[in-house]
């Protein structure tokens, strides 16, 4: 053994050895994550248990809520409320296919085909965070007009008797579930469109290649190459529109009519109009549950776990 090998290291303290973590460094990880955890905590976890507990408690507006546990709330909520239930799933799930219809070419072609266009196109799917989310539904006020363009132009074409005939309007589209769909499409749009761009801009072109050079034509190549690939995008799109398209309460109020309303609706005039604070919390609750467990569904389906 050395004579330096042997001696103490400066102080009278033993050498670290080299590599091995400090405490301090043990913790860093720990520290990194306090912000997010602290930002779930305040923003997630609280929350729901303030809703948790409200919705089992009992009592009224002039005299008080004590919480009591009665859980028969969650039972009469969904008797009293199941229409809006199914109305909410059934809109979110009709504007995200077309969402889905409408993004996908969008995306591609600005991935595959739009050149130098590329930015200004993303430009322009982006630009409607501009405006604020109650303009742009009001917008469609006027664009769905009984006398407006839309409605003019089919029925100018006979389009209005087709969609008449297979039960999408009734002589018109304003006031109508047809609106709403429309309006919650046009709303999330971009949610769909740039996780759908951004999985088919990192595409491996050589893939796509190769299928050509194996005398795969345009559509085998989409159906057995670009679609795959795609999927992750196609999932990461759906969530972003289905999620917030089932609660939302906006597009239904300016666009349909009592006949349309959602599960955000009466949870709206739960909490604010007839301040049925226990029920509106239990409606909230099962939505939550009701859309985690459709998507975990969905996820688990569509093999794409990792994304959630």
């Known amino acids: 053994m050395s004579i330096a090998a042997a001696l103490p290291s400066a102080g009278g303290h033993s050498a670290r050895p080299a590599g091995g973590p400090s405490g301090r460094g043990k ?12 930002a779930l905590l305040v923003f997630y976890v609280l929350p729901t248990i303030t809703l948790a507990t409200t919705s089992l408690q009992t009592g009224s507006l002039e ?23 199914a109305r909410s799933f059934g809109y979110a799930a009709g504007a995200t296919i077309l969402a889905l219809i409408i993004a996908y070419p969008l ?7 739009a050149g130098r266009w590329r930015s200004i196109m993303l430009t322009l799917v982006i630009a409607p965070f501009f405006t ?4 742009r539904t009001l917008a469609w006020r006027q664009i769905l007009a009984d006398e407006g363009p839309v409605v003019s132009f089919m029925k100018s074409t006979g389009l209005m008797h087709v969609t008449d005939w297979i039960g999408m309007t009734q002589g018109r589209i304003l006031a109508t579930g047809t609106a709403v769909v429309i309006g919650l499409a046009y709303n999330f749009l971009p949610f769909m469109t740039l996780p759908l761009y951004n999985s088919l801009e990192r595409m491996d072109r050589g893939l796509l290649k190769a299928s050509e050079d194996l005398y795969a034509n345009s559509w085998t190549t989409f ?15 759906t969530l972003l529109t289905f999620i917030p398209a089932a609660g939302d309460y906006v597009n239904q109020r300016f666009l349909g009519t009592i006949d349309n309303t959602m599960a955000g609706n009466a949870i709206d005039s739960l909490f604010l109009q007839q301040r049925q604070y226990p029920q509106a919390a239990a409606l909230s609750l099962v939505l939550m549950v009701a859309i985690i467990v459709l998507v975990s569904v969905y996820v688990k389906r569509s093999g794409t776990e990792e994304l959630v």
Not at 224 to 231: A, E, I, N, Q
């Open 107 to 113: 995306a591609y072609t600005i991935a595959f085909k």
């Open 27 to 38: 913790l860093t990880p720990y520290f990194l994550l306090l912000p997010a955890g602290l």
């Open 223 to 237: 159906w057995k190459v670009t679609w795959p690939l795609s999927l992750p995008g196609v999932v990461g799109g």
């Open 63 to 85: 005299k008080g809520y004590t919480l009591t546990w009665h859980w028969p709330t969650y039972g009469e909520v969904l008797t009293q409320y199941w229409p809006q239930f």
């Open 132 to 135: 604020s989310f109650l303009i």
